[in-house]
Structure formats: C-alpha cells, structure tokens
C-alpha cells in the first residue's frame, strides 16, 4: 500500500509542470505577453476623468476578447491641485515597472521629472489632453487638442449667441455643417467686424486654476475670439480650479456682483455644470446662459435640458479608446501617431445625439496588431 501511494505522489509531482504550463493563458502560449500593464494618471477622477477612464477599460475588455491581456491600473490625486501625489502616482508606475504610462497631467511642469523618470527606464509614455510636445522628455503619443483653439471655439460660440452669425442665437443663421470647429467658425467670421454686426452681451469667465498652463491657453483662445468685438464686455475672470464645488461658489459671487450678465463661459465641464446651480437657485437661468468645455455624458444631457447652451467637445471618450491601442502597439514595439488631433468642436441642443449617446469610435485592429507582432 505504502508503494502504491508513493508510486501516486511520484507521479503527481511529475504532472505539476505540465498541469501548470496548461494553465498558463492563451496568450502566452500563442508568444503573446502574458499580460499588458497599464498605468493610467488622471488629475482627479471626477466626471470628465471617469469618462476617460470608462473608455480605458472598455478598450481593454475588447483587447482581452480579442487575445490581448490587457489590465489598467488608474491612481489619481484626491484634487486636481494635488500635484506632489500625481507625480508621486508616476513615481509608482515606474517603480512597478508598468509596461506603459498614460497620463493628463494636473500641470504640464510638474509632471515633467516623474516622465524623465519613465524615460530612463524605458516605460513609453501616453500624454492626453494636450497636442503641444512637451520639452525635455520623450513622448510616444500626444492624445488631446489645442487647448488655444478649444477655447477659440468657445469663444466663437459666445459671439454666435450674442448676436453674431452662427447656430445658437439670434443672429444671421446658417447651415450647421458636420463639425461646428475652427475652421467653420474662421471662414464664418472672416470678414465679420463690430461695425457691421449688432454683437454685444455681458460675460463672465470662470477659469481652472490661475496662471496654470492649461487655464492660460484656453482663456487666452476665448479672448481671441471676442477680442475683436469691444461691445463683448469681460466683467470678471475667477478662478474655480476646475472644481465644480468652487464654481458654485465663484458663480454666487458673480451674480451678487453683477446684475446684468449674459453669458458665463466656464472653461471646463465641472465648473460650468456647478455655475448651473446658483443660476437656477436664483432664478437668472432664464436670462444667463452657460457654455462650457469637455463634454461627458451629464454635460450633453443638461444641453438637452436647456440648462448649458453649448459645450466645446475635448473628446474624453477617445482619449481612454485610443490610448489603450496607442499604449499597447508601442508596448509591442508598433509605431503609433505622434499626434492624435481629436479636433475641438461644438456640443449644442440639435447635434447633442451625435456626442453621446452616439459615440463614434472605430473598431480596435486587434487581430492586425496581433499579427504584426507575432510576424516580426
């Protein structure tokens, strides 16, 4: 008996390889990684981050139905403002040796030595939310948008409801075309000026965090639109550090201090969904009207809901889609866009279906990524 039960664990022991090979997963027994590793760094995972982050993770779901382990690990600061615990958050990427980093980053200075970091030790890197190259790092893909023209359009959407050509007030109609962009709003105004056109309105801006890159560049696009029109009247810029708790409160002050007031452009979603609030509270929704940047899907259905007049698309859900195939083709060593232009452009009333729920994101080429990569 002692033999028969010997012979049994000899035997045993002899399987655990082979037992163990067989669990390993297709994947790698197909020569491709076990897994791929993706270190996601929003800023905050407020809506416009849960956005994106919604749209990693269904990225890599498609991924792993399609023969690609791929896992996200997202870690974000408690605040936007938090800027010593997103670059802490890099710092552990790195350390994790993660096989790439995709990151928006809170400020494009802070983040700069913790992507130095990556640099050195050979772990791509994904920015989102911005076009511009950042110097003094390498950057395998930029996913994002001028900053300057997504406030450029906002700032044209304003003059549109103030009295200027366009789709959103009462001025000269036209056509709405497929992307209410830059270059629609440029050939539009081009020839356009004060003294032939009735424009005039009382505006009030709410910006992100002051002197801050991305605050700077969106505030500066806006005042290039309406510059140009000296019956467009700034009252106050105010800082709500893209908060929507801060913008509440910002707004409340506006509208203590002003009493005639049109428009307040808030240069992100979060902070013009918190000047909706004071707004209703007060009963002066009917008579100022709030546009915005980003666009989740809470955004576009307050547009539905007259609430928000209009939104400059950032497009959150292709940062999360195509960064997650950006990150995994570099991973694979692929080559990938440099740039990834997703073009800002007008959320309003009548287009607001084709924002959300209409997505439009083309298909992952999974099974040609797998392919290139076993073919190599």
């Excluded at 994904?126 to 996913?143: C, F, K, M, R, T």
């Excluded at 007259?306 to 060593?333: C, D, N, Q, S």
Aim: no cysteine; net charge negative.
């Amino acid at each position: 008996m002692k033999k028969v039960v010997l012979i049994l664990l000899i035997l045993i022991i002899g399987l655990m390889p082979v037992m163990a090979q067989g669990q390993k997963s297709d994947s790698a027994q197909d020569g491709l990684p076990e897994e791929i590793v993706l270190g996601w760094s929003p800023p905050d995972v407020t809506g416009v981050f849960a956005t994106a982050t919604e749209y990693m993770e269904m990225a890599a779901e498609d991924a792993r139905k399609n023969g690609l382990n791929v896992e996200i690990i997202t870690q974000s600061p408690a605040s936007h403002t938090d800027f010593g615990s997103q670059v802490a958050v890099l710092e552990d990427f790195v350390a994790r040796n993660v096989d790439a980093i995709i990151v928006s980053p809170s400020e494009v200075d802070i983040v700069i030595p913790a992507i130095r970091a990556a640099n050195d030790a050979g772990i791509p890197v994904i920015v989102v939310n911005l076009l511009e190259p950042i110097e003094g790092i390498d950057v395998a893909s930029y996913i994002g948008f001028s900053n300057v023209d997504a406030g450029l359009v906002s700032g044209y959407a304003v003059l549109d409801y103030l009295g200027g050509p366009g789709v959103l007030g009462e001025g000269e109609s036209v056509a709405a075309p497929e992307f209410i962009d830059k270059d629609f709003y440029l050939d539009l105004y081009e020839g356009v000026s004060s003294k032939e056109v009735d424009i005039e309105g009382k505006v009030a801006i709410i910006e992100g965090i002051a002197g801050g890159f991305f605050s700077r560049q969106r505030v500066d696009g806006f005042h290039m639109a309406i510059d140009s029109f000296p019956d467009v009247e700034v009252l106050a810029t105010l800082p709500a550090d893209w908060n929507r708790e801060k913008a509440v409160g910002v707004t409340e002050d506006i509208l203590q201090s002003q009493s005639e007031l049109d428009v307040i452009w808030a240069a992100s979603n979060e902070m013009g969904i918190g000047a909706t609030y004071p707004l209703a509270a007060t009963g002066r929704d009917e008579e100022v009207v709030v546009v915005t940047n980003d666009g989740t899907p809470e955004s576009i259905d307050l547009i539905r809901e007259g609430k928000i007049l209009a939104e400059t698309w950032h497009g959150f859900p292709e940062w999360g889609w195509y960064g997650v195939r950006f990150a995994v083709m570099k991973h694979l060593g692929q080559d990938i866009p440099q740039q990834f232009d997703i073009r800002p452009r007008i959320a309003y009333k009548d287009n607001a279906d084709n924002f959300y729920p209409n997505v439009e994101l083309e298909a992952h080429p999974w099974e040609e990524i797998i392919e290139t990569y076993l073919s190599r």
